[in-house]
C-alpha cells in the first residue's frame, strides 16, 4: 500500500490516504482508499506512470 492524497467529499478536504492500485470500468489506474477521518471511500485517478511507479 502507498500513501496518496485526494480530495473528501464528506469533509470537503483534501486528505492523505492508504490506498491501494485498482483498475477502473474503463481501464485507467486509480488508487482507492478510505479517510482518515470520516471512513469515506476515497479514489484518486492515476496516470500509468505514477501507477507503475507505486
Known amino acids: 500500500m502507498a500513501e496518496y492524497e ?3 467529499m464528506k469533509c470537503r478536504e483534501k ?3 492508504e490506498g491501494s492500485v485498482v483498475t477502473l470500468k474503463n481501464g485507467r489506474p486509480a488508487a482507492q482508499g ?3 477521518v470520516c471512513g469515506t471511500k476515497l479514489t ?3 496516470s500509468k506512470a505514477e501507477a507503475e511507479g507505486k
Do not use: D, E, G, V
Open 6 to 8: 485526494a480530495y473528501c
Open 15 to 17: 486528505r492523505k490516504f
Open 34 to 36: 478510505l479517510c482518515s
Open 44 to 46: 484518486r485517478i492515476l
